[in-house]
């Protein structure tokens, strides 16, 4: 008789095949209740009956201890709720388990890595451009430095070296003002920023900034002449001085979808804003860059906008370890950026950057650490606003 936890492990061809009982742990020979079927259990054992099992099957044996095993009725069978346990079924398990392995590989293998201090020399030409950026931008008229980050140092001090990578954001609050007029989920990639780094594909010193193109694809900007031209002026006025050929380009300027996560808040602006910076402020990694007001700085230019702010901030220790091979994410997918914003019903939102999403429009790695992050920061978020 099979038993109520018995599991088999045999051909549809053979008329008796090897139960394992989960209950006693013992191994018997029993009439297959499915003789005569098209699929076998386990098209490996071949001689279940009378011998012991080999080692696959004791193998097997400790998958299905380990696993919950689904229970399935064979049409026309006797022996109601029995596991079966399937060819089909037993691949699946071993690649789910091949799958753990060489997750949990991959995790060790970067926690135990000797990362070794970036040369002081590789900073120097990263160094004067973004030098060169600093002083085009306090110089010029109508815009304001709001913070700059210097990505490498800052992960050096935790112990997660990087290449440079040094992004400087400042405000033009006309044009920023003028850009939510139209859609204020665009404020995520406000105010205007630049990035200093050096190219993982040549070695040397770079720039780089995103295009109107791209926050008029991102955001479905309408096509407003006078908006391009200021954005665009804007972006050389900061490059003054700096060659053609040191200012590099992505390789696209679209997105397959707007590339944002967002959270419903069940709470009023205020309260979400309060949850999110107490949140961020918990975090002992965590380094807090500012608050840009968006409603207040364009109400000052004429657009009344629903309340909108901007929250900068980052983890120095994460990031360089997910900039490692990607410096560029330094300029939009670090640090940070929490948009909390609220809708003409009153809803209240809070949207920021899917992480893999712009790696993938940057087309370069989504590697592990910055799916931590990206989980982290789902996960840790979410929660503050239950």
């Known amino acids: ?30 009439t297959n209740p499915w003789h005569g079927g098209k699929e076998d259990y386990d098209s490996k054992s071949k001689n279940c009956c009378p011998e012991a099992p080999g080692d696959a099957g ?32 037993k691949k699946k398990y071993l690649v789910a388990s091949f799958a753990l392995i060489l997750l949990l590989a991959a995790i060790l293998v970067f926690a135990l890595r000797d990362d070794e201090p970036v040369s002081p020399s590789r900073f120097v030409e990263p160094d004067k451009l973004f030098e060169t950026l600093q002083a085009n931008i306090r110089n010029q ?24 990578s040094h992004v400087l954001i400042w405000s033009d609050p006309e044009l920023e003002a ?74 696209s300027d679209t997105m397959t979808d707007l590339g944002l996560i967002t959270l419903d808040s069940p709470h009023d602006f205020a309260t979400t804003e309060k949850l999110i910076l107490e949140t961020i402020h918990a975090q002992a990694d965590t380094v807090s860059f500012g608050v840009v007001d968006f409603t207040a700085r364009s109400r000052e230019h004429g657009v009344a906008l629903e309340p ?20 560029t994410l330094g300029l939009d997918a670090f640090c940070q950026k929490f948009l909390i914003w609220q ?22 790695s989504g590697g592990l650490p910055l799916r931590v992050i990206n989980h982290r920061l789902k996960k840790t978020f979410s929660t503050a606003l239950e």
């Open 1 to 30: 008789m099979i038993p109520a936890n018995g599991v088999i492990c045999g051909r549809r061809s053979e008329k008796v095949a090897m139960v394992y009982d989960r209950e006693s742990r013992a191994t018997s020979c029993q």
């Open 141 to 164: 008229p109508g815009f304001e430095v709001i913070v700059d980050i210097d990505h490498a140092r800052l992960a050096a001090e935790v112990g997660s070296p990087m290449p440079p």
């Open 343 to 364: 809708d003409e019903g009153g809803s209240v939102h809070v949207s920021f950057n899917d992480l893999l999403a712009l790696a993938k429009r940057q087309n370069v």
């Open 178 to 251: 003028a850009i939510l007029n139209h859609n204020p989920l665009a404020a995520i990639d406000l105010p205007l920023r630049v990035l200093a780094f050096e190219d993982q594909k040549t070695g040397k010193a770079a720039v780089i900034a995103n295009s109107y193109d791209f926050v008029a694809q991102r955001y479905s900007l309408p096509d407003d002449a006078i908006v391009r031209e200021r954005y665009e002026n804007a972006l050389a006025k900061a490059t003054k001085g700096i060659p053609e050929t040191v200012i590099a380009k992505f390789p």
């Open 58 to 89: 004791r193998s097997l044996y400790r998958l299905i201890l380990r696993f919950n095993v689904p229970l399935l009725k064979h049409p026309g069978s006797t022996a109601a709720s029995l596991p079966l346990f399937t060819t089909s079924m």
């Open 308 to 327: 909108l702010r901007l929250i900068l901030f980052g983890a120095p220790g994460p990031g360089g370890k997910a900039m490692a091979s990607a410096p």
